[in-house]
């Protein structure tokens, strides 16, 4: 999975903390202020997980993934998102906590590339 960083024009570095070996340390430029952008959340509902957006996630503050918001970046961008189902709202879920997350990395990564957060 590839790692999107971005460099502010006073120059600040954003972008996902990786886990150890799995991408350039963040935490290696500086002084850091993590906030976290979403999580992946259990529905009882739909007994499938979904990504919710956090603070921080740009215009996507307090929304949940969406088929429709899928739609709104290249799909080049999306080659890594695993399966998932399309529910009531175009709400995205996923079978797997793991699904989940490789959606939310993916999703967040896309997004940044799109200039929307």
Same mark, same amino acid.
């Given at each position: ?11 600040? &570095? ?7 070996? +799995?991408?350039? *340390? ?17 529905? *009882?509902?739909? +007994? ?24 709104? &970046? ?20 996923? *079978?797997?906590?793991? *699904? ?18």
């Amino acid at each position: 999975m590839k790692q999107v960083i971005t460099i502010t024009p006073s120059g600040g &570095v954003v972008g996902l903390l990786h886990k150890k070996g +799995q991408g350039l *340390d963040l935490l290696s430029l500086g002084t850091a202020s993590v906030v976290r952008a979403s999580e992946v959340t259990w529905s *009882d509902t739909h +007994q499938k997980w979904k990504v919710e957006f956090k603070a921080g996630a740009g215009c996507f503050d307090g929304k949940v993934l969406t088929s429709d918001l899928i739609g709104r &970046v290249p799909p080049k961008d999306t080659l890594t998102m695993p399966t998932y189902t399309v529910e009531a709202g175009n709400v995205v879920f996923f *079978d797997t906590y793991e *699904d989940g997350v490789k959606a939310e990395i993916t999703m967040l990564n896309a997004f940044r590339l799109a200039g929307e957060i």
